[in-house]
């Protein structure tokens, strides 16, 4: 297997708005400021173990702004246990999603929600962040540790980001032996999109079928400067994908790309 590395080193930097920006402290002010603040703010979280019992719940252009990985960390309480009830979801179908297995739920139609700068942990949830028809969404500068399926899952996003992040053991671990699996990533039909300066690790004896992006439907989506060392690396498998560039990125584990009526293999290096 040929192997491509580019060494990248990113700095996240942290900056705060200070119009429309609520501090908060603790669970409650958590949960109050997202889901019921106003449309555009950006809701800062101290440094802190915030354990949250249902998911959060943002608005419109919110901000939700933590103070760095392993710093602020949102991870789910004890008594929210999902587990693999529900899984696998339906690839292309985002009715079948279990919304309340995620940390962090979008919901539909929930457009320029920025998240950065926190860990976000949940072992027996579906998942860290869910969202449907959420365009320029922007994901950078977290750490996603140990989710069962996928740590970011978002269905009909243009324009969005995601970017300077770390996935562990962050999807595609729970009990499914065949059919759609789980992970990191998992983006279906999404537009205009760019994916890079991201690592995705697997710590040794957790489980083989975890996955770095997927995607269903990609146009025009950039997957580069990542660190994908994990098993099955990257797979966009069907529905006709157009414009998906890969490139200055280290894959450690298979990449399953289909050849558009029998078409020659992309060479190492190149775009399709």
Same mark, same amino acid.
């Given at each position: 297997m040929s192997r491509l590395l580019i060494m990248v080193t990113v700095a996240c930097v942290f900056a705060q708005d200070m119009f429309a920006q609520t501090q908060v402290s603790s669970v409650a002010q958590l949960v109050d400021a997202v889901n019921n603040g106003s449309i555009g703010d950006t809701v800062v979280i101290a440094p802190g173990t915030y354990e949250l019992t249902s998911p959060l719940q943002p608005r419109e252009g919110m901000t939700l702004l933590g103070?760095?990985?392993? +710093?602020?960390?949102? %991870?789910?309480?004890?008594?929210?246990?999902?587990? #693999?009830?529900?899984?696998?979801?339906?690839?292309?179908?985002?009715?079948?999603v279990d919304r309340n297995a995620y940390l962090i739920d979008l919901g539909d139609n929930t457009p320029g929600v920025t998240i950065s700068g926190m860990t976000l942990s949940g072992p027996t949830l579906h998942g860290a962040i869910y969202g449907n028809n959420c365009d320029n969404i922007t994901i950078t500068c977290?750490?996603?540790?140990?989710?069962?399926?996928?740590? +970011?899952?978002?269905? %009909?996003?243009?324009?969005?980001?995601?970017?300077? #992040?770390?996935?562990?053991?962050?999807?595609?671990?729970?009990a499914v032996t065949s059919g759609v699996t789980g992970g990191a990533i998992f983006v279906t039909f999404t537009n205009d999109t760019d994916i890079h300066n991201n690592r995705f690790t697997r710590t040794p004896g957790s489980p083989s079928n975890f996955f770095g992006v997927k995607g269903r439907k990609a146009t025009n989506v950039r997957i580069f400067e990542n660190t994908i060392n994990v098993s099955f690396s990257i797979?966009?498998?069907?529905?006709?994908?157009?414009?998906?560039?890969?490139?200055?990125t280290y894959i450690d584990g298979v990449v399953s790309i289909p050849k558009f009526a029998g078409g020659p293999q992309v060479a190492l290096g190149e775009s399709y």
């Open positions: 103070t760095g990985g392993g +710093v602020t960390i949102v %991870r789910n309480a004890p008594s929210w246990s999902v587990g #693999n009830a529900g899984l696998p979801d339906n690839a292309t179908d985002h009715t079948s977290n750490t996603f540790d140990g989710f069962l399926w996928s740590a +970011v899952r978002l269905f %009909r996003v243009n324009d969005g980001v995601i970017a300077e #992040n770390e996935f562990v053991d962050a999807g595609g671990r729970a797979e966009f498998p069907f529905e006709n994908d157009f414009g998906v560039h890969i490139y200055n």
